[in-house]
């Protein structure tokens, strides 16, 4: 026993002493031509396939957009779209048509999608306060919030440009008359609506203020439930993003009309921003994005072209490795 | 200008100086804060940082949280001030230690124990044997009935032979139960830091001698820290106390020193900050136009958008890492080693072993010792030390008591010798061995056996061996006849033009050529009888200049040139002193590596080039060249430096080694008056010897080196060595055998510093790019696309980790590298951040950047496009990108390697998970969320071959058909067959003995002066012989050319 742990204690010591000597054992791989050819030959055979899958997985998604921030303005006001927006006589509603060209499964995602929209902007992402949103009004300090902090003198639940502008366009789909159902519960993730977003906190002075923003909330209902603002409050990183609307649990068929009905209420004009509204159905992969499988079979197959280059480059031009003849001190003393 | 003190007096002294407390502390307790903050925010990186943090504060134009700037900030702030706070804490208690140690001191007469702190000037202070000496005192009695006692002065230069100090002659005989109550004064010059000098004079009061004054010098000190040896007691008057005394004036803590490193940064801080500014205007002019309703201020907005800040902040805190305790005292300067482009050498105890041992001689112009290679084994000697020649005699008499050794006689009655100097040493021996013993030394009174009888001599003046004069003084009575000898020892250059008019020293001019021709030290022996009357004149002025404050030093030696003229010369001695085991092959491997190398030695010139030739240290023809500036006129050395300077550019492009050598007095002229050719010549030339120089010309060529920011490395062992590296940025004490291993240290700290820099510049770019990149399509409104935490995260953390351990990597194995030295110039030249490698790292940060940008935002568009998920997408495309380059720079994988770079992929990870699983987080589930995803994954793997691809294939491009010398040894070591090098490094031969000696030996009289035409007028011309007739003296052979070096390699 004893001796096994002297045994041990050496080794460490070993070890140590190595380590200190700068001698531990060491791999020193070398960019020989079989390692770097091998490399790409395999960079190849595996992005390429995955890059096929990839794609296929994109194209299976069925995707139908229609853009209606222009179409749904009466053609009196296109020239002047903000007046149009602006002037709460005159009916939003606005009715669309769009045209199912290929079997969509069930569940179809409902996205609206806002270009030119940019929420990402400093002053806009950091107008907001979480801990109100959890926490209601026992959390004062809403500085955070500016410009939209108080409304006569008490903050607004909940506070902040990001709230003050949530998307209330509202859309309901017919099919033959008959109309879809459309689940707009869970479209949040669970995690916020459990942890960020408070189970006591009621909206009660939104959007009462003089400057009306974006849509209102029921104040009755509390926050956690308050499902398209916890959505709208999850920003994007992109001028272009899509938001999570609503569900429909129905399988549409290829052909299938389906009107909108929608209430084109909220101002993307004054900024020239674009509102499109999306159904589309998902894969493994998510939605319609071709991006990665094609960036996928362009690497695979570069990296087959260089792994062909080299092998090509290597047979042409055989150069001794490290040949140490060629270093110039080397050369120098076989020259003189 | 002078402090008088008081012996023995109590209390006049307490208010005039300070007591004895020393203090090294560089902080207080009220100080240290703000102290500690200046001196961090005396570097410009730091001041910069100070200025985006306070930036930072302004919430308006802060796109991330103050506290990601503050928190690193803050860090390494905290860490760098407790390790000062730290150091100085334990300076505190060693100095408490020092303060609280009891002492033995008379206080009314009576002797008392008390701490050290208490000790006043004017003390009397009793130590014991291996007592530490608490304050500078004047010994005033020792247990010795000479007077003597012994003191090793190691914490003070350095130096670890004992050293001898004396009483003053005043307080000789003073019984010691009186020396309690001894009164007097000491007239001694304000504290200062020259520890080899102290000019003083003591004057005791009656009733115990008379009102004479006596001269004190440093012979009668001993100093603060030293420590008393082989003496069972001495006692001194304390005449500096406290931080008054030679090594508290000379103390002082250095100020950081700031590495080629730090000026580096430093630069690449300015740099950036340049950067950041076009960046803001340009964007920030952008961001006004993209937002031309509000008028907001923009520009500001953006000084935050950049990161590029954190660069170096890493590398700063690997500073403490990367000191490789092995050799240097000072951690810092490691990165400096592997940047020495000078290294200036001692020769003695450096090169040489420092072990000296007598060879050969000259009497009479008979050579002793040439067959054998051993004197002292030479039957002719012997026969003649046995038939009691009297040449031999009285050169054997000045061997043994020309010097200052002590003799010490051991119980076993073998006598043992104190000597200061290992020549002495080697002398004394030598002499004994030869029958004439050092036997005793009492007092004044001198015993030395002689083939059995017993000499009695009396040592009336004594005045040592300096390096300026060059040669040593006794005079001494002989007891039997009364007759009164002057004895000298010296150089010959300092002997040979005293001689008396009639004597040949041709003789010996020859035997002084022929020794250091053998890399012989050379001392010539030479007395003289002095009359009765001349010796009592010259008494006077030696003892009035021996009192003397100012210069004191200097009016003695111009009294001693009185006495010094009509010499009649002995004889030569010639002293080994053999070369260390390794000097030759490390000196070669150093001089291929492109290091430069100079050699300062106080030795004659042709000893010099001996050694430096049996060292390596210049080639011998005809691939070496010896070029020589002398001349004892300003003329003559300017005109023979130009025409060195002349040669030395000419043949600066050929392949020759060229090397110049300079004596002191030629290169006292050049450096006054000469300096700017002198520089340029120190510039062109590799290799160069300068001998007979003195310690503060070593000083002053060190700086004139450093003035042309060379990095110099001095290497010294000696006393007289402490100048010239106390110059130095970098005090290095190395042994001479570690070489070898210094050598593999350089090439690894040099690479690792430079990847080092490359890298953290690298990953801060990319951070930045990416940053800059998101602003263009978020508005120009500067967002961070990336949180606080993770930035914080990825620079003090996720980024840093492997490249602490690169610092471990190697790029050739030691044998590789000493096999082909010569890489590591190749090295110098292509380290840190030179434009090219600037431009490459810069690319590829670039690149990677867009890689990591597109692929995010294309793969995670529309519904993904979630900022949190976006950010962290980004983020670990980073990680996985900077793991791959870390992998792919490290050039040997250990496990700690491994461990490092996947480790800490792994442990983004984890630490990521832990931080999603915290819901008040704003990463709250991210972590989860994108694990799930299949199209996380493929887009890590789609965002490595992006951004690695290329960079493998550039790199394997370059390898294999552009390499670099670095690649091809790597390559060839790899393969793991031969390596061949035609410039391997055989073993030398190093012994003199076997290789040089017979060719000279062999004829000795009739060979011919033929000098080397290399100061010639024209540089190209061949070489001419004088011819043996040449009129040739002394004076002349010092002022032409010198030419054994040259003349043996023809002879070969």
């Not at chain 2, 919430?59 to 503050?70: E, G, K, Q, Y």
């Not at chain 2, 000072?330 to 482009?341: F, M, R, Y």
């Not at chain 2, 950047?849 to 976006?870: C, D, G, N, Q, R």
Request: glycine share 6%; with cysteine; hydrophobic share 40%.
């Amino acid at each position: 026993m004893a001796d096994m742990n002297r045994e041990r204690h050496r080794t460490r010591e070993t070890a140590f002493y190595l380590f200190t000597q700068q001698s531990l054992p060491a791999c020193k791989p070398v960019l020989t031509p079989g390692w770097v050819i091998t490399i790409f030959l395999f960079m190849g055979l595996i992005f390429i396939p995955v890059g096929l899958i990839t794609l296929r997985a994109s194209h299976s998604v069925v995707e139908i957009v229609d853009r209606y921030d222009t179409e749904c303005v009466p053609e009196a006001f296109r020239i002047d779209k903000i007046s149009y927006i602006q002037d709460d006589s005159i009916p939003k509603n606005c009715s669309r048509f769009m045209k199912v060209h290929k079997y969509m499964k069930a569940p179809i995602y409902i996205y609206y999608q806002l270009d030119n929209y940019y929420q990402n902007h400093r002053r806009y992402v950091k107008s907001r306060s979480d801990k109100q949103l959890l926490h209601g009004q026992k959390y004062h300090d809403t500085s955070s919030c500016q410009p939209v902090e108080l409304n006569s003198g008490q903050p607004i639940v909940p506070c902040g440009l990001i709230a003050w502008s949530l998307f209330n366009d509202s859309f309901t789909f017919i099919r033959e008359r008959a109309e879809l159902k459309v689940n707009r519960k869970n479209i949040a993730w669970k995690s916020d609506r459990d942890h960020k977003f408070g189970k006591n906190v009621h909206p009660f002075n939104f959007q009462n203020g003089t400057l009306i923003g974006g849509g209102k909330l029921n104040p009755k209902i509390p926050l956690s439930d308050q499902e398209d603002l916890i959505v709208w409050m999850r920003t994007s990183a992109l001028p272009s993003f899509r938001k999570l609307y609503g569900r429909i649990e129905e399988d549409l068929d290829a052909d299938d009309v389906i009107v909108v009905n929608l209430m084109n209420n909220y101002n993307t004009y004054s900024f020239g921003g674009k509102k499109k509204l999306v159904l589309s159905t998902s894969s493994w992969l998510g939605g319609k994005n071709d991006f990665l499988g094609h960036a996928c079979v362009i690497i695979g197959s570069s990296s087959l072209i260089l792994a062909i280059v080299f092998t090509l480059l290597h047979l042409k031009y055989r150069r001794p490795h490290g040949d140490t003849s060629y270093l110039p001190w080397n050369r120098k003393s076989l020259s003189g | 200008m002078k402090r008088y003190v008081y012996i023995n007096d109590d209390e006049s002294s307490h208010e005039l100086f300070c007591d004895n407390r020393i203090s090294n502390r560089k902080y207080t307790v009220l100080n240290f804060l703000p102290k500690n903050l200046w001196e961090q925010f005396s570097r410009f990186m730091n001041q910069y940082f100070l200025l985006i943090a306070c930036l930072q504060l302004w919430s308006l134009i802060t796109p991330v949280n103050p506290a990601s700037t503050w928190g690193p900030l803050i860090f390494i702030f905290a860490v760098s001030a407790s390790k000062e706070a730290w150091d100085d804490y334990n300076r505190h208690l060693s100095d408490k230690k020092a303060n609280e140690k009891l002492v033995w001191v008379v206080r009314q007469g009576i002797r008392k124990h008390i701490q050290a702190q208490d000790i006043h000037v004017g003390n009397i202070v009793w130590l014991r044997e291996n007592d530490e000496v608490p304050c500078d005192l004047v010994l005033i009695g020792t247990s010795d009935p000479q007077g003597l006692c012994y003191v090793e002065t190691s914490a003070l230069d350095g130096e670890i032979d004992l050293k001898t100090r004396v009483i003053p002659a005043a307080c000789m005989g003073i019984d010691f139960e009186l020396l309690h109550k001894i009164k007097g004064v000491i007239e001694c010059p304000n504290p200062d830091k020259d520890i080899r000098r102290f000019d003083a004079n003591l004057r005791l009061f009656p009733p115990f001698i008379d009102n004479d004054v006596c001269p004190l010098t440093i012979k009668n000190t001993i100093l603060q820290s030293c420590y008393l040896r082989n003496t069972e007691w001495a006692c001194g008057v304390a005449v500096h106390t406290g931080n008054e005394t030679k090594l508290g004036m000379s103390r002082g803590i250095p100020e950081p020193k700031l590495t080629a490193m730090d000026a580096m940064i430093d630069k690449l801080t300015g740099a950036i900050f340049v950067f950041q500014i076009v960046v803001v205007m340009v964007l920030g002019i952008a961001g006004n136009v993209w937002k031309d309703t509000e008028a907001r201020k923009v520009s500001l907005d953006l000084v935050k958008s950049l990161y590029a800040k954190f660069i170096d902040w890493d590398s700063e805190m690997i500073d403490y890492e990367t000191g490789i305790p092995s050799h240097a005292t000072n951690t810092a300067i490691s990165e400096d080693l592997g940047q020495v482009e000078y290294i200036m050498t001692d020769k003695t105890g450096t090169l040489t072993e420092n072990r000296m041992i007598f060879r050969r001689c000259c009497i009479s112009g008979v050579f002793y010792g040439n067959e054998g290679g051993d004197a002292l084994k030479d039957t002719k000697l012997l026969n003649a030390v046995a038939g009691s020649s009297p040449d031999v005699v009285q050169f054997l008499t000045v061997m043994a008591i020309c010097n200052t050794v002590i003799p010490i006689k051991s119980k076993t009655g073998a006598i043992l010798y104190k000597a200061q100097s290992q020549d002495e040493d080697a002398l004394v021996n030598a002499a004994a061995q030869l029958h004439m013993v050092y036997v005793n030394k009492n007092a004044n009174i001198l015993e030395i056996r002689c083939n059995g009888s017993v000499i009695k001599y009396e040592v009336l003046e004594t005045l040592e061996f300096t390096s300026d004069r060059k040669r040593m003084l006794v005079v001494v009575k002989d007891c039997q006849n009364g007759k009164i000898v002057l004895l000298s020892k010296g150089a010959d250059e300092a002997i040979l033009p005293y001689a008396y008019a009639g004597q040949q020293t041709r003789t010996f001019i020859e035997a002084v050529e022929q020794y250091a021709q053998l890399g012989l030290r050379t001392l010539c022996l030479a007395w003289r009888e002095l009359k009765e009357d001349e010796y009592q004149e010259w008494s006077l002025m030696f003892k009035e200049a021996s009192s003397t404050l100012v210069d004191r030093e200097w009016r003695i030696a111009e009294v001693c040139q009185r006495l010094e003229h009509d010499f009649e010369v002995l004889g030569v001695t010639a002293i080994e002193d053999r070369l260390q085991d390794g000097v030759p092959e490390t000196i070669e491997t150093l001089r291929k590596a492109g290091i430069n190398f100079w050699m300062l030695t106080g030795d004659k010139q042709n000893t010099a080039i001996q050694i430096a030739l049996s060292c390596n240290f210049i080639s011998p023809e005809p691939k070496g060249q010896l070029l020589l500036i002398d001349g004892k006129t300003e003329d003559e050395v300017c005109r023979s430096l130009e025409r060195v300077l002349l040669t030395m550019r000419i043949t600066s492009s050929e392949p020759k080694d060229v090397a110049f050598v300079v004596d002191g007095w030629a290169l006292e002229i050049a450096l006054k008056h000469y300096r700017k050719a002198f520089t340029e010549l120190a510039i062109l030339s590799r290799t160069a010897i300068c001998c007979r120089v003195t310690p503060s010309q070593k000083a002053q060529l060190v700086e004139l080196l450093k003035s042309c920011d060379y990095r110099t490395l001095a290497i010294g062992d000696g006393g007289n060595d402490v100048r010239m590296i106390h110059k130095l940025i970098s005090v290095l004490a190395l042994v001479e055998e570690k070489g070898c291993r210094l050598q593999e240290q350089l090439i690894i700290v040099l690479e690792s510093s430079a990847f080092l820099s490359q890298y953290s510049f690298y990953k801060s770019l990319v951070i930045c790019f990416i940053q800059i990149f998101f602003s263009f399509i978020s508005g120009v409104s500067g967002t961070s696309l990336f949180n606080s935490v993770s930035l914080m995260a990825y620079n003090v953390f996720y980024t840093s980790v492997p490249v602490l351990v690169s610092v471990l990597d190697k790029d050739l194995s030691e044998g590789t590298v000493m096999q082909h030295p010569q890489i590591l110039f190749y090295c110098q030249a292509g380290r840190l951040l030179n434009p090219s490698t600037f431009a490459g790292w810069f690319g590829r940060s670039l690149f990677h950047a867009i890689v990591v940008f597109v692929i995010t935002i294309h793969a995670y568009a529309y519904e993904k496009s979630e900022m949190e998920e976006l950010s962290m997408v980004a983020l670990s495309g980073c990680i996985w990108l900077q793991a791959f380059v870390v992998a792919l720079e490290t050039n040997s994988f250990t496990i700690l390697q491994h461990l490092a770079i996947w480790g800490n992929l792994v442990a983004f990870y984890v630490i990521n998970w832990i931080i999603s699983a915290i819901p008040a987080s704003g990463m709250y589930t991210i972590m989860f969320r994108l694990c799930r995803q299949p199209s996380y994954w493929i887009t890590m793997f789609l965002i490595v071959a992006a951004g690695m691809g290329p960079v493998l294939a550039l790199k394997y491009f370059r390898y294999t058909y552009r390499p670099s010398k670095i690649n091809t040894l790597q390559q060839a070591e790899r393969m793991g067959g031969p390596i061949l090098s035609l410039g391997n490094i055989e073993p030398q031969p190093r012994s003199m003995e076997k290789e040089v000696s017979p060719l000279s030996i062999t004829q000795p009289k009739s060979r011919s002066p033929v000098y080397e035409p290399l100061l010639s007028d024209s540089p190209n011309s061949s070489r001419r012989s004088l011819g043996s007739g040449t009129p040739f003296d002394f004076f002349q052979s010092q002022s032409r050319l010198s030419s054994s070096y040259s003349r043996n390699c023809k002879d070969n």
